[in-house]
Every structure is written in structure tokens, then in C-alpha cells.
């Protein structure tokens, strides 16, 4: 089959699936603090229908695939769909993206139904300030998870995602740098986007990936860069110049990526999205509803594909806020 392209050349390899829209946490950046209509169950997406998707898209070229929600740990029966789509040929790379409060209870189950790599978002160590991001006291919970995560090694690289802002990221950053030392997790700074429901992101609040590891610089010394493993990989990785733990930068603001970007996105109710921040959706779930062959769904996705947007235009004049908050986009 030929390969999944865009207008622009770029080889589309990775797909990133919301599962539910539904998030037992309300952070600032995300959502507001009395949460987001919740979808219907039958406007979202079926595993049957996930799975479905997923081997047409994979048949297409996708190599890599990472569950989002929402957080999709709330969702029923999740490891059921891992196991699924674990057993799709041509599938290189099965990952998720969690907050981490339930991983204690479910980390076993996601290892067993074949879960490989895992993301989990963490942006304070301190619980008060956790509490204050997340409006939920559970910063223990969270850190019990990944103690448990531990326990199951199919699971790896364990990476740790905080999201990066100015006036509150500072003073973390070198205890977020000494446990990348002691733990085995790759600790990686997301810059703020402008994907929150209140819609009260400004740029002056980003505090830039190069800011941050200025600061890691001034107290370990150099840090040595690893080389990407694809050139499609957003973050930019890092070990300390005695080789022990490893950090990165994910800097969508201030060096955007778009040039090499390979991924597109499935939202819960099945709208597929070829940017993070697009104004225009592709309706899968209607198409998959509708009676049609694989040779149509695959049509539908190439054309939305061909359609990619060059950049995502963050700080130019030009730029317009995606249509949905990033607890609806999937993260």
C-alpha cells in the first residue's frame, strides 16, 4: 500500500488515541475546576470501532500508537483494548499517557495485555503545589504508582511529562533532576500551550525548555545530548555528564517541530485531527457507522492526511486556538 503522506512530504507514522474524555483531575492548564460536559456513551468510540481504526491505519503505515484520554485509566476494561491492539500486525510501539492515580491498581494488568512504554504526567513534587495544579490532594497516590510500575520491566522507558510554566516550574526543577538520577525515569519539561478550557494561556507564562536546562547546567555542569532515535522524536534528550539519568525538552513554543511532524490524532467521539491545534476535524465516527468497507475508511484517512496543516502557528498573528480543550483533543 502506499505510504500515509501529507501535502508536504512528511510520512505519517504515529497515532494517538483518546479513549475517553472523562479526567478524575482537573488541572489548571487542562480544564476548569467544575470539569467539562462529559460525552454520551454512544458518541464515543467503541474498542470495537478503536480497534477497527487502528488496523486500517496500521495496514497504512502507523507504526506507533499511544492511548490518551481524558485520563484513560477511568475507562472500563482498558487493558482488554491494549491487548487488542498489542495483537494488530505491523504495530511497533503500544504506549499510554496517564496522570498516574490509578497505575497502582492497574499497572499488572496494562503489563500482562502487553503494554510497552508508558507516559505519566507529573508536574509537582511538592503536594501542595501538586494539589493546587491538579485541584485534587493526590500526589501520593500518583508517586505509589510509579513505585509500582517498577515492578512490571516489560514497561520501559518510564517517562515523566510536567508541563513547564513560569513562576511555578523553577524550584522543582532540580528535585525533578535528582530523580531522574535516583529512578529510572527520563523526566522531560513540556512547554505551556495555549490548550487550556479557561483560555487564559499568554506566552510570557512559558518557561522554555532552554531556560530550564540552563538551570540543571548551573548546578550538574553540561549535560550531554543523546541522539534521537527518529527524526519525528519531539523531545530533545539529555544525561548527565556522569552518565547517570536522563532528561529532555519538548519545546513546541519555542523550537515548534513541526517540519518532521508524523502524527496525527483520534478523538473519544471519533473525530480524527491531523494537529494538535486544528480548527478542522474529519468525522471516523460517522464513516465508521456508516456501513462502509476498509478501502473507504482508508480513502477518508488519506485525504484528511493530505490536508495536514504546515505548523501550528503559535506566536505568529495568524495563529487561532484549537477548537477544543486539550482534555477533549487527547493528549
Known amino acids: 500500500m502506499e505510504p500515509l503522506v501529507d501535502s508536504y512530504g512528511r510520512h505519517i507514522k504515529s497515532l494517538r488515541i483518546s ?27 467503541s474498542y470495537e470501532e478503536i480497534v477497527r481504526f487502528t488496523r ?19 475507562r472500563r476494561d482498558l487493558p ?26 492497574q499497572a499488572g494488568a496494562l503489563a500482562a495485555a502487553g503494554l510497552t ?18 485541584r485534587r490532594d493526590q500526589l501520593a497516590a500518583v508517586l505509589e504508582g510509579l513505585a509500582e510500575l517498577e515492578r512490571y520491566p516489560s514497561i520501559h522507558p518510564i517517562k515523566i511529562n510536567a508541563v513547564a510554566m513560569r513562576g511555578f516550574t523553577e524550584e522543582e526543577v532540580l528535585p525533578f533532576a535528582e530523580l531522574a538520577r535516583q529512578k529510572a525515569y527520563s523526566v522531560r519539561w513540556i512547554e505551556f500551550m495555549p490548550l487550556d478550557a479557561d483560555q487564559i494561556w499568554r506566552k510570557e507564562d512559558i518557561l522554555s525548555g532552554a531556560e530550564i536546562k540552563a538551570i ?32 529532555g525538552f519538548i519545546n513546541p513554543v519555542s523550537e515548534p517541530f513541526c517540519s518532521s511532524c508524523d502524527r496525527i490524532r483520534l478523538t473519544a467521539d471519533g473525530q480524527l485531527r491531523t494537529c494538535l491545534f486544528a480548527t478542522e476535524e474529519t468525522d471516523i465516527r460517522s464513516v465508521l457507522r456508516s456501513g462502509v468497507d476498509d478501502e473507504a475508511l482508508t480513502q477518508t484517512i488519506r485525504q484528511a492526511v493530505w490536508h495536514k496543516e504546515l505548523k501550528h502557528y503559535i506566536g505568529d498573528k495568524s495563529f487561532k486556538r484549537a477548537n477544543r480543550s486539550m482534555s477533549m483533543i487527547g493528549g
Open 56 to 74: 486500517v491505519a496500521v495496514n497504512m503505515g502507523i507504526e506507533q500508537i499511544r492511548l490518551t484520554g481524558g485520563e484513560p485509566l477511568v
Open 117 to 134: 512504554r508508558i507516559n505519566v504526567s507529573l508536574d509537582s513534587l511538592i503536594p501542595e503545589k501538586f494539589a493546587e495544579m491538579t
Open 80 to 105: 482488554d483494548l491494549v491487548r487488542q491492539l498489542g495483537e494488530i500486525p505491523g504495530l511497533r510501539s503500544l504506549s499510554l499517557t496517564t496522570n498516574g492515580i490509578l497505575l497502582k491498581q
Open 19 to 45: 479513549v475517553t474524555d472523562k479526567c478524575n483531575f482537573r488541572c489548571t492548564y487542562c480544564m476548569p475546576a467544575e470539569g467539562l460536559p462529559w460525552l454520551k456513551k454512544d458518541q464515543i468510540l
Open 216 to 247: 540543571i547546567e548551573e548546578a550538574y555542569g553540561p549535560l550531554q545530548q543523546i541522539p534521537l532515535d527518529h527524526p519525528a522524536e519531539t523531545a530533545r534528550r539529555y544525561t548527565f555528564s556522569d552518565g547517570i539519568g536522563e532528561v
